[in-house]
């Protein structure tokens, strides 16, 4: 679990199904409210975390449609009656079990009536404004990948476009290293160098640190 960062703080909770992935909470310190990004699994156990620390969770939040990163969102959004919002080309992986990979992995998966978001977009939390995430889409990994981006906190959720030391795998259905690139050195490298990178599959790291490591 990462420490506070500025007025929101972020824990990462590593949760294990098929694959281990990161699921992070973005939590109003003031409020104890906040939204969960890329609930892969484990779903009772970030409930119990929920429940234990008095947070209230306005959105889930996904970075991609790969069943990795979205296992848990069903069982979570029924417990809590709230919303996933996920960009506007998500439904080609979400209601689609072998273009999410499910299906190749174990049971299907699949997910519906997610509210569509897309790049530029704002998402803020209701009880303080203040805390909100930008939406900046980053195909490559999937045609629907975004980054969640803090400019207060200086954060990015990156899902698995980025990783520390790596960059997201182009292989899997809809892939495209030309548009990962490009989503790695427009968007993601333009970003402020201490900007905190937070993966889905690997430690924090950020942006200065990948510059200096990539040439593309």
């Known amino acids: ?10 824990v990462e909770v590593p949760v294990k199904g098929y694959f281990e992935e990161n699921c992070f909470f973005y939590i109003d310190d003031e409020t104890k409210r906040g939204f969960i ?20 969770i306005e ?4 970075t991609h449609g790969h069943f990795d990163h979205m296992g848990a969102v069903d069982a979570i959004r029924n417990a809590l009656g709230i ?6 080309r998500s439904d080609e992986y979400l209601l689609d ?7 190749l992995c174990g049971p299907p998966i699949t997910i519906r009536d997610v509210v569509y978001v897309d790049n530029g977009d704002v998402i803020q939390l209701s009880a303080n404004p203040d805390i909100s995430l930008k939406v900046i889409y980053t195909p490559g990994h999937t045609t629907d990948s975004v980054v ?3 400019q207060a906190d200086k954060t990015a959720f990156v899902g698995d476009t980025i990783f520390k030391g790596s960059i997201g795998n182009y292989q899997y259905p809809g892939g495209n290293l ?12 333009t970003l402020p160098d201490e900007t905190i990178l937070c ?6 790291t950020s942006v200065g640190i990948e510059k200096r490591r990539y040439r593309f």
Not at 59 to 62: A, F, H, N, P, V
Not at 83 to 88: I, L, N, Q, T
């Open 59 to 62: 959105q889930i939040l996904l």
């Open 199 to 204: 993966s889905g599959h690997s430690e924090q």
């Open 1 to 10: 679990m990462a420490a506070g960062l500025g007025d929101g703080m972020v």
């Open 83 to 88: 919303p996933v919002s996920a960009h506007s």
């Open 178 to 189: 030309e548009d990962l690139q490009q989503s790695i050195i427009r968007r993601i490298f």
């Open 97 to 103: 079990a072998r273009k999410n990979l499910s299906a």
């Open 148 to 150: 969640y981006y803090s």
């Open 37 to 56: 990004i890329d609930p892969g699994a484990q779903a009772d156990r970030l409930l119990s975390l929920i429940r234990e620390k008095g947070w209230t």
